[in-house]
């Protein structure tokens, strides 16, 4: 499904503060807020606005730890900020200080 919009250098910022942010929360074990931030990340102008809706359902229907929903839901993000950055020119990369733990992680996936 093709995003409703194209993604723009403001998105990426607000989408990488709100995952470092969220990152920094699950790593204080502040899980309920960290999830709230990963929400907010992959909402940020989504590929498929259901997407989100239904891992949250998946979620809610097993026995998983609050800690293991947090993981589920920052994996999501990551995946969903590495699509937006991958949607940028090399010119509008340069404009985004993306962090370099999450080139990284993002280069070892690819």
């Not at 920094?24 to 940020?44: N, R, T």
Request: some cysteine.
């Amino acid at each position: 499904m093709p995003r409703e919009q194209t993604v723009s250098v403001e998105q990426v910022r607000e989408a990488q503060e709100l995952f470092k942010n969220g990152m920094d929360l699950h790593q204080e074990k502040k899980f309920k807020e960290a999830i709230e931030l990963f929400k907010s990340c992959a909402s940020v102008n989504p590929e498929d606005a259901s997407h989100l809706g239904e891992l949250t359902k998946k979620l809610k229907s097993g026995s998983y730890k609050l800690d293991q929903e947090s993981i589920a839901y920052m994996g999501c993000s990551a995946v969903h900020l590495n699509s937006l950055v991958a949607e940028l020119t090399e010119e509008e990369k340069e404009e985004v200080p993306i962090e370099q733990s999450l080139l990284e992680a993002f280069n070892s996936w690819h």
